[in-house]
């Protein structure tokens, strides 16, 4: 049960981030808090109680111990995912800050927000 | 006043996670498919690491997008960089003979350790991805610690497009000979052995080798710098 | 022997994956990537009304591999793309041709590809993959040439932020269902949420509308949509309208008919958010200077027109809601086009070495007769976005009216609410076919000859006035489709075992 509270507690506190920080760089940051917590989230779901990793190296350990295989798939996919997302983001503060000379979000605006 | 709303918000989405969690069990055993997956794992693709089979046998084409994802990064990075010019060589600082020695002495080990869990993916943690991290981690170093090596920008997107490249043929053969998309048509061999789990670990190097060069290029995109 | 539906996504990837090798030919790839698909989609046709095709991949039965449910509606919607992708992809060979050019139509057939995968696939979390693959090269198409164009830059980052946190929550989402049911296939989880109890299903649901609604720009959540759609250069532009924004859709209806069911109230809540969207985007458009932002504002009101539509929750309705959608893809994306090649003939005329995208409506003034193919064509997709007979956008929204009217009641009362906005959306898109036509302005010396870009105006335009003479041609595939949403045992009854 702690590992929902400590994922959710993640997901909650870069969600404020992005919502109430000016700075875009903290704002990136607090999409990838988010991005971890989720991940988080995923594997916990997959958790048994005294589980190992799901590899057959060992003979010794029986399949009935093993954790669920399928979020640790579906993580590798997510991390992926928000690597080539935050990269492209921190890409496109560079060209921000090259054309607005400033981070502050609330002074990139000359498009309505 | 924005950061009230936001708490606000956030207190409304907290309640309801919360609400939703409450009927997940945690920690117990319970999901069919994957007890499926841990039961006859071993006998549907020879590799005894189950998420290895998971990631690419079970669910390839999930991987296969993945790559994709990877690989449309970092040509969108390379396009929001794009300036067009040429890029101006930075005055650059000599490193101190103990950080450049210890580099040089690292990065083959770092480049072998990498390349090691890449290969052997489909027996041990690790994989294609995780390796790949690792063996771009090395030529992070050299960026860091011999100022003006770097990696041909060219030779890394060969490698990007080759692997995608594999990974597409490599499926398209499946559904060639056994009628699937990614289907594991090499034989799979005896558990446990390197040489096992059919196209596991001929995957496994293509997506190292891929992986590596995608963040060597998106780390040399990052450096580089143009008036 | 019947060929297999992956090659829908196979080939276009291959072909992406290749295309950065190919140097300056690789703006030649997306057409025939394009063109591919669209032959393969219309041969797969007629196999596909007579039963849905389950192709699962890697050779394992369902649910334990991911495999592709191609079905009336996905093939329907995979025809759409490719069509829409291949006309732009003619366009864009001459349009785009400066800086960027390569990694452009490398991110523009993985915009496509993400796209094709989507709705062809039968798994949510591959389907969560190719919409992040849909998402990324559309964060990076938005802000092409970010070097010369500051306020790509700054849409790109508003749509990142905003679709990141969209995607948290369909992940979160996906990870709860996976948590309840332990699977991840769609038919497997329609099969076990028809079983469960309503209320752990409250907050999943609520999360993908969430998450998909951001790339369907459904109100509240479509703060990006007016910048990104309107900075982006005209060919990106015409793809995110036509294209982007409806995978949003499918994806949401997809989710909440397939898995969900349809429960009463949800659809009620998304015909009123449908008609919100509609009216928040009629009015804004009505009040814009800028001919693109003003077109951005009139997406977000038809996509709004689209989910009022499937909100009726019948099969008239959804019918209706598709045909709307075929519509809008066909006539936004001539509007578009059309508007592209004005500034840009008008760019380079005046202003050649500058980056311009977005152009004044008062700029557009006494094209009419320099430019009268491309107006004719801004004519024909303006006047089919109002739903003047006989184009195509008169047969669609007659069948958004006749299927409100026959659910009756309250309905029927929306409806006319519906009505007034598309009553707005005709007095500005008249408004500016009259200011083309009939004012007088400073543009001299403009010419078309270009024939790349004027043949896609030939064929859109046909489509348009061909369809909404005969709506028949479309009727019997968008009834199947509309069949396959709301016949969920069906769908689960695909999978065996």
Redesign the interface.
Known sequence: MIFYIGSFALVLTGLYIAAAKKNLIKIIMGLSLVDTGVNLFLISIGYIKGGTAPIFSNAAIPGKTMVDPVPQAMVLTAIVIGLAVTALALSLVIKAYYHYGTLNVRKIKELKW | MRKLVSIILLGALAFGLVQAVKKIPFGVQKTKVGKYYVERGIEDTGSSNIVTSVVLNYRGFDTLGEVTILFAGAIALGAVLFTGKKRIEREVYPASPILSTACKFLFPLILLFGAYIFIHGHLTPGGGFQGGAIAASALLLIFLGCPGRKTDGRKTRLMESLGGIIFVLAGLLGLAYGGFFLFNFLPKGTVNNLFSAGIIPVLYIVIGFKVASEIAGILDNLFGETE | MVV?P?LLI?VP??L???A??CGKAAKYIPPAGALFNLILSVILIPTVLKSPMI??????PP????NLFVGPLGIFFAALISLAGFLISIYALSYIRE??VG??H??YL?LL?GAT?VVL?G?I??LF??Y??LC??S??LT?????WH??G??????Y??QG??G??FI??A???L???F???NMADLAKHIARAHSS?LF??L?FFIAGFGVEAAIFPLN?WL??AHS?SPAPISAIFSGIAIEIGVYAIMRVVFTLFGAPLSVMSVLLIVGLLTLLVGEICAFRQNNIKRMSAYSSIGQIGLIVFAFGLATKSGITAGLFQITSHALSKILLFLTIGYMIYSIRMKNYPDKYVTEIEINSLNGLGKKMPLTSLGFAIAAFSLIGFPPFIGFSSKLLIVKAALLKGGIYAVLMGIALIATVIEGAYFLKVVQGIYFRKGEVEGIKENNVFILVPFFILAALIIFAGIYPGILTKILNSSSGELLNRIGYIGRLPG
């Open positions: 297999s992956v196979a990837l291959l992406a994956f290749i950065p090798l192709v699962s991949i890697g050779g394992f649910p334990f591999c991911i800086r960027a990694k452009y490398t991110l993985l590809t995968g696939t798994d979390f591959n993959v190719f992040e693959i990324i090269s964060y990076a802000a092409h040439n970010a070097h500051r306020h830059t700054e849409a790109a980052v508003k990142l932020i990141s946190v995607s948290a992940l979160l996906i990870g709860m996976y948590g309840f332990g699977t991840l752990v907050i999943p609520t703060a007016p910048d900075v």
